[in-house]
Each structure stands twice: as structure tokens, then as C-alpha cells.
């Protein structure tokens, strides 16, 4: 079972940390301004996600 398991959901990204899979999909100049504003409040990106995230809902 945990064979099959293993062939089902996403693909597994190696060598990737879990906080930075979220940016794939922006591009370098925006990765580096986010981690910028994070390090300037003393946060990791993952942090500063779900802080922006709390704040526009």
C-alpha cells in the first residue's frame, strides 16, 4: 500500500525546503523583495506569509 501511496497526490520536489516551494512561482526580483521585507522584520518567508495572509483577510 505504501508503494502506491508514494505514486498518488503531488510530486515530491527534492532538495527544496518546504517554506520556499511556495516560490516557484514568482519571479527572482520578487522572491528577493519579499525575503528583503521579511528580514527587515526579523522573519522567515514563511512567517511573513502567513502574517500577510492573516492581515488581508
Do not use: C, H, N, W
Request: hydrophobic fraction near 30%; proline fraction near 4%; glycine fraction near 6%.
Amino acid at each position: 500500500m505504501s508503494a502506491d501511496k508514494k505514486k498518488m497526490g503531488r510530486p515530491y520536489r527534492e532538495g527544496i525546503p518546504r517554506d520556499e516551494r511556495v516560490m516557484l512561482r514568482l519571479t527572482k526580483a520578487e522572491k528577493e523583495e519579499i525575503q528583503t521585507k521579511a528580514k527587515e522584520k526579523g522573519m522567515s518567508m514563511t512567517e511573513f506569509f502567513i502574517k500577510a495572509a492573516k492581515e488581508y483577510k
